[in-house]
Structures are given as structure tokens and as C-alpha cells.
T-cell receptor, first 114, second 116 residues
């Protein structure tokens, strides 16, 4: 089955620790995205990548970092510089041509930092 | 920058009735895409329907249809014959048509309750 996987579903970390969230897709999509969702809020864009070894900051990139070494994978690192890291994180992918622009989402990772 | 506004934090409808969710957006672009996503309690984001701004015809997908008013920058979602499985958060989203990868701009969502 084609799709997007995110692991783990729940993640707990102590304040001051970096943590990496995994995102893998087998849809052969060129573009991948990371969003953050807080209670009562819509999704906000953290980073996106159109091609391997290239990525762009979104609206709330501070305190986060990403890499795109493979087309299928787009891990997100939440660093200790992120002031409010507790949130629900969603990964998405899409094509980059006009007929394939819909974004498909993974199941998400709930990160709790205490 | 584009903004998306959903003015109804919560809506309630009787099962089998019709409900309309509102969405307005602000943009200076003439070509773009609009989407409605559904997020049930599982929190999986599911694409419901999409609309290309250059198309005058309103999109429909089975019981879901949109009323796209480009001049008014309005993009409402109508759900006909509401079912219990339609209960979810619904998000309106905007995407520039500049080509390539581009993130979505989301509204804050409308919580839809279906009364049996």
C-alpha cells in the first residue's frame, strides 16, 4: 500500500533534549512537508522540500531542522531552542506538477516535552 | 501573505440534514487552489474536495460540494445527507499556484457535530 508513515505515534522527551521525528513516503512524491498543529489551531508550515538535498523554511521554522537525503524520507529534528515543542506534528507529501498538487498526510506524531 | 478564515468554530447538524461550513481567504493572486480537509478523532488529515481558482464550475464529490465565489474570496463546503461519520474537524486550506512545492495555508477549523 502506498502511503506516508510517521513514527512513533507518541513521543515523550525531557526539556533540553533534541528529538527527531521520522517521516517516510512510498508515493514517489517529489515534495514533502512538515506541519505543526496546536489545540484549537489550524496547521502551520514548519519546513518543506521540493527535491533531495534542498529544503525551505516555512512560517515557523525557528527551533527546528530538517534533512532530505533521500526522496522517500524527510526527518524533522525539534531542537532545544524550540520554546514550545509540545504539539502534534504532521508530515505530508505531494507531487510538484499542477495535476498532482494535492498533499497527502501521515498519521502524525504527538510530541510531549516536560 | 495569504490568510484563511473560518468564522464558525463549531457547527451542529441533525443526521441526514444539510450543513454549510464557511471559509473566506485573502490573497492578491489570481490563480490558486483551495481545499477542504477533514480531521476525524484519529487526527488523520483526509482530503475532502479541491477547487482550482481558474475553474468557474464548483467542485463536487458525492455528498460534498463547494460554493466558490472568487470575487468575494469565499469557499464554503456543503455536506448533504449528513452522516455520523462526517463528525470531525474541517479545515479550509489555500495553496499558491506558483508551481513546485508550496505549503498550504490553513484556517483554524470548524468542529462539526452530527446529532443522531
Amino acid at each position: 500500500d502506498g502511503g506516508i508513515t510517521q513514527s512513533p505515534k507518541y513521543l515523550f522527551r525531557k526539556e533540553g533534549q533534541n528529538v527527531t521525528l521520522s517521516c517516510e513516503q512510498n508515493l514517489n512524491h517529489d515534495a514533502m512537508y512538515w506541519y505543526r498543529q496546536d489545540p484549537g489551531q489550524g496547521l502551520r508550515l514548519i519546513y518543506y522540500s521540493q527535491i533531495v538535498n534542498d529544503f525551505q523554511k516555512g512560517d515557523i521554522a525557528e527551533g527546528y531542522s530538517v534533512s532530505r537525503e533521500k526522496k522517500e524520507s524527510f526527518p524533522l529534528t525539534v531542537t532545544s531552542a524550540q520554546k514550545n515543542p509540545t504539539a502534534f506534528y504532521l508530515c505530508a507529501s505531494s507531487g510538484i506538477l499542477a495535476h498532482s498538487y494535492e498533499q497527502y498526510f501521515g498519521p502524525g506524531t504527538r510530541l510531549t516535552v516536560t | 501573505a495569504q490568510t484563511v478564515t473560518q468564522s464558525q468554530p463549531e457547527m451542529s447538524v441533525q443526521e441526514a440534514e444539510t450543513v454549510t461550513l464557511s471559509c473566506t481567504y485573502d490573497t492578491s493572486e489570481s490563480d490558486y487552489y483551495l481545499f477542504w480537509y477533514k480531521q476525524p478523532p484519529s487526527r488523520q488529515m483526509i482530503l475532502v474536495i479541491r477547487q482550482e481558482a481558474y475553474k468557474q464550475q464548483n467542485a463536487t464529490e458525492n455528498r460534498f460540494s463547494v460554493n466558490f465565489q472568487k470575487a468575494a474570496k469565499s469557499f464554503s463546503l456543503k455536506i448533504s445527507d449528513s452522516q455520523l461519520g462526517d463528525a470531525a474537524m474541517y479545515f479550509c486550506a489555500y495553496k499558491s499556484s506558483g508551481g513546485g512545492a508550496d505549503g498550504l495555508t490553513f484556517g483554524k477549523g470548524t468542529h462539526l457535530i452530527i446529532q443522531p
